[in-house]
């Protein structure tokens, strides 16, 4: 049996073989981020799809939630990220679980990119941005409701 196992190496600018692609392909709520698929579809024998985004100075990601979990890791700088009612500093190494059904939005706000690798699984759901409504009912710190970004 021929085996599938690979090493995708790294560069200056990413990774061999792996293009940035659009955050997203629709909507104007984020800003300045890309998103390389590491290890994906492509690698079937895996549950889990594995990313890494990364988020110039002053950009940010969607705010959104979902019914799917995910661990994160920050690879590069620092920055913030909000967890519901909280706005909470990451910085290289750190490590994020995103428990379902979190309101959640990670910011390079700190005057440096922001690069973290997102581990999901293969088989999730799809974001929600959460109507304003939404967030209203569900996110009582004035300070966090200040600090999202659209």
């Known amino acids: 049996m021929k085996s599938k196992s690979k090493i995708i190496k790294s560069t200056t600018q990413g990774w061999n073989g792996i293009e940035p692609k659009k955050y997203k392909t629709d909507g104007s709520n984020f ?16 549950n889990t799809h ?3 985004f990364e988020i110039e100075p002053d950009g940010y990601s969607s705010l959104e939630i979902h019914r799917h979990p995910h661990s994160v890791i920050v690879l590069k700088g620092t920055g913030s990220v909000i967890l519901d009612d ?7 190494h750190d490590v994020i679980y995103i428990a379902p059904e979190t309101i ?14 997102c581990i999901v ?5 799809k974001p929600v941005i959460p109507s ?5 009912a569900n996110i009582h710190s004035e300070k966090v409701l200040k600090k999202i970004r659209k």
Not at 86 to 92: E, P
Not at 121 to 125: A, E, I, L, P, W
């Open 50 to 52: 594995t990313r890494y």
């Open 121 to 125: 699984d293969r088989y999730r759901d």
């Open 132 to 136: 304003d409504d939404f967030i209203r």
């Open 104 to 117: 959640h939005q990670f910011q390079a706000d700190r005057g440096e990119t922001l690069g973290f690798l």
């Open 86 to 92: 909280q706005i909470l500093i990451i910085n290289t």
């Open 31 to 46: 800003k300045s981020i890309s998103r390389y698929s590491l290890l994906d579809d492509e690698t079937s024998e895996l």
